[in-house]
């Protein structure tokens, strides 16, 4: 069985077959995509799309995040983007990408458009988040270090699936959506730091949207094209990407942030929260980090609070600044140019280190006294679905008040109509 076929049979998963760990998951990322978008509904990037929405009209079939409606297309492009416009919303590490912005918005503007059923829109978001994540596994660490950005590439196929299902797509129907998209998923991690990157997210969303109402309108694609866009966009072709899927559901190792910047920084600043009752004495800190983030999250001296979002050294100068990373007005321009954080930045240093985790950081800390610390976290320890559950609660508390933040839970996990869901986000 080809590549293409095995995705699009496992797209068809019967309902009955999900496991209830996997959609308790879904269901958390759920509510915390809707914090994520609902607080990021003023940022610039938000008018910016919202009004090329406005501006281009259309027959009204989705929700816009913040108010309005446009074509189911123009939906996803816009919740996509404003969803990750605070760069706050969930990660999957070994997908390297954010599973969420790019397939919950292609969901909910296809659910809205169809009449669908709040079950039917989970299951349809949880079944394409699985497939980006796989997807992304397949075009693998190449991809991503050539200059690629798997949310929004990987992401594009997660969102078409989650189309496609919607829309009661068959098994060559759903093939050929995945072929379509193909030939239009892409996304560049140089847009990092800038409005593009949030863009990227909206991107997938409206490709997977577009390449599935193609082909439900008669566009016939070449659905082998998925596999000629990884040999042609540096992909691994990893044979393990796709090994039990459908069985194991690796989006069950999705991360949630609780910082409000690039989740490759968490690690160092959870490390660093375990000795914050001593920061005052700190004389300097060496981040000993994966290499992978120094491409990434490594900014030396960001001018703008997006570029703080990719900058270890400045979030570690809010911290021992005594600045809540967890708050969106931390990270602003005003407090990237604040002469005492630049020089709290002089303090860190980052160093590349082969033998620290992708999702671990080893902080060495030199005290003013001479003495030295030394301490480690790793965002894969283990945590409860309670106490994920209740840190995403007090997450969305901080993004959107406590009783929205409880309506939002309710919807989601009475597993409301779409259309509730929608108007909860325009409101």
């Known amino acids: 069985m080809s590549l293409t076929d095995r995705l699009a049979q496992f797209a068809l998963t019967d309902p009955r077959h999900l496991p209830e760990s996997a959609k308790r998951i879904m ?32 027959t009204p079939q989705a929700h816009l995040v913040g108010g309005g409606q446009a074509p189911a297309r123009m939906a996803a492009l816009v919740n996509g983007t404003i969803s990750h416009a605070l760069d706050y919303d969930d990660t999957h590490f070994a997908h390297i990408g954010h599973p969420s912005v790019a397939v919950v918005p292609s969901a909910l503007a296809i659910a809205e458009r169809c009449d669908a059923d709040g079950a039917a829109l989970q299951d349809a978001a949880l079944i394409g988040a699985e497939l980006s994540v ?99 966009h540096a992909g691994s072709n990893m044979s393990d990407a796709l090994e039990d899927i459908g069985n194991k559901w690796t989006f069950e190792d999705v991360s949630h942030k609780f910082h409000a910047c690039c989740h490759g920084l968490h690690a160092a600043l959870e490390a660093f929260a375990e000795v914050a009752p001593e920061r005052q004495d700190i004389a300097a800190i060496t981040v000993h980090t994966h290499p992978r983030w120094l491409s990434v999250c490594n900014q030396p001296d960001p001018q703008t609070g997006l570029g703080c979002k990719f900058s270890f050294r400045a979030v570690l100068a809010m911290a021992m600044a ?61 945590m409860t679905v309670e106490t994920r559950r209740a840190k995403i609660m007090a997450k969305g508390t901080a993004l959107m008040g406590s009783a929205r933040a409880e309506r939002v839970a309710r919807l989601v996990e009475g597993r409301d109509a779409p259309s509730s869901l929608a108007r909860e986000l325009a409101d």
Not at 30 to 42: E, F, T, Y
Not at 153 to 182: E, K, S
Request: one cysteine or more; glycine letters at 14%.
């Open 27 to 58: 269901a958390l990322s759920l509510i915390d995509w809707m914090g994520c978008a609902i607080a990021g509904r003023d940022e610039a990037v938000s008018h910016v799309v919202r009004r090329l929405a406005q501006d281009e009209g259309g």
């Open 134 to 232: 796989r997807v992304g596994l397949w075009l693998g660490r190449g991809h991503y270090e050539t200059g690629f950005h798997q949310t929004a590439t990987a992401g594009a196929f997660g969102a078409a699936a989650a189309a496609g299902r919607l829309l009661g797509f068959d098994a060559d129907q759903m093939a050929a959506t995945l072929g379509l998209v193909a030939t239009r998923a892409s996304g560049l991690k140089a847009q990092f730091g800038t409005m593009g990157k949030p863009f990227n997210a909206g991107i997938a969303a409206s490709n997977g949207v577009e390449a599935a109402l193609l082909v439900a309108n008669g566009l016939v694609p070449n659905p082998a094209a998925l596999k000629d866009f990884g040999a042609s």
């Open 322 to 382: 005594g600045h809540d990373t967890s708050r969106l007005e931390t990270f602003s321009d005003g407090f990237a140019q604040a002469p005492e954080l630049v020089a709290l930045r002089d303090r860190v240093k980052v160093v590349g280190d082969e033998s620290v985790s992708e999702t671990g950081t080893h902080l060495v800390l030199r005290m003013n006294d001479g003495s030295e610390k030394r301490v480690a976290h790793d965002l894969l320890a283990p």
